[in-house]
């Protein structure tokens, strides 16, 4: 899996304006952008 993902994030606030954040990486080494698709679509299934 290719790791050139970017070092900031950009999230849409619920008045869409835009903040960006940090990308933090995980012990496992998933990044935060990893984290946000993955879990959105594993949400229902799984558990921590």
Do not use: C, H
Not at 15 to 21: K, L
Not at 27 to 37: E, Q, R
């Amino acid at each position: 899996m290719e790791k050139e993902l970017k070092n900031y994030l950009t999230i849409q606030n619920e008045d869409f304006s835009e903040t960006i954040v940090a990308e933090p990486e995980s012990p496992m080494g998933f990044t935060y952008a990893d984290y946000l698709t993955w879990n959105y679509k594993e949400r229902r299934t799984w558990r921590s």
